[in-house]
């Protein structure tokens, strides 16, 4: 079983305005309403890629009512910590005229130190049944910055795998609790080893440092593929791995589907490489589509075949 975990849930509402502009009023020609947040998405993709997960987190007041009702309505499996206030909407305003997206994301609920402490219950009870758990998206106010390095801590004594996908000092503090997998992007992993990465051999050296600041395996994406350090038979293996960058319909949401991807691979147990390409796959496909974390299954075998992948230096043993 796979958890992930949502502690900043939200509705999100996507729109596609032609010709956006500030300060106009304007009519929807498509629009999508969904239960998200990073780990809602994850598990969305996982779901459709016919893996067993539950998704859990906050939800609360009439908006987390919405959020279960529409994970349910999608045989997502769900059990979130009731919360008094209420959850977000964050809307995404999506331009086809120029491919330009504009999100607007609201501040969220607060949470109280009662139900960060039902979560942490919740969640360890869960995480008896599951081998791999997914915290993804930002912390809610009232939860402390060290929360992710907390729960991290708590489950590594489970035997669980742990993956997290955030940023700023959640990410940061998380990330000396030495989680299994991590998977910023390029923004997130320059504020992460407090620089910036000109070309790919900056992205390298960048892939190594979050190996030294704790993470066991880090995974940096990009339009164009990604950068990982990753374990395979007791070595360590740093590769590149390339696609062609699409004209994205969607691209909110793609490092989301590139983890659910690479979770789904890895829960079968399939190669570090067919993890990685599949991951890579799953993020172009969802570009594709309005919504997060909505991918195609059936394109799938063609995409991965789109991807390449280089080894950027020969691999070394690790304990
Ligand atoms: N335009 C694109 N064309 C093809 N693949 C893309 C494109 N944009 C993203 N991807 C795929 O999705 C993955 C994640 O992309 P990116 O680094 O943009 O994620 P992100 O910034 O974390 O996105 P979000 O947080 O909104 O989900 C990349 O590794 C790549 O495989
Ligand atoms: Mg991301």
Known sequence: MIITVTLNAAIDKSLSVPSFRLGRRHRTVEQTTMAGGKGVNVARTLKTLNQPVIATGF??????????????????????????????????????????????????????????????????????????VVMAGSLPRGVDSDYYARLIRDLKRMDVLTVVDTDGEPLRQAVRAEPDVISPNVLEAEELVGHEFNDDEDRAIAVREMIQLGAREALMTMPDGCIASSIEAGERQLSRVWIEPREAVAAVGSGDAFLAGYVSARYQRQSMEQCLRFAVACGAESTKRLGAGLIEPRELDRVVAETAIERLVAPIEVS
């Open 59 to 132: 939800a609360g007041g009439p908006t987390g009512t919405r959020i279960v009702e529409q994970l349910t309505e999608e045989s997502i499996l769900n059990d979130f910590v009731r919360i008094r206030e209420d959850s977000r909407t964050n809307t995404a305003v999506y331009d086809p005229t120029n491919g330009e997206q504009t999100e607007i994301n609201e501040r969220g609920p607060a949470v109280t130190s009662k139900e960060v402490e039902l979560f942490r219950d919740k969640l360890l009870y869960l995480a008896r049944g599951a081998d791999i």
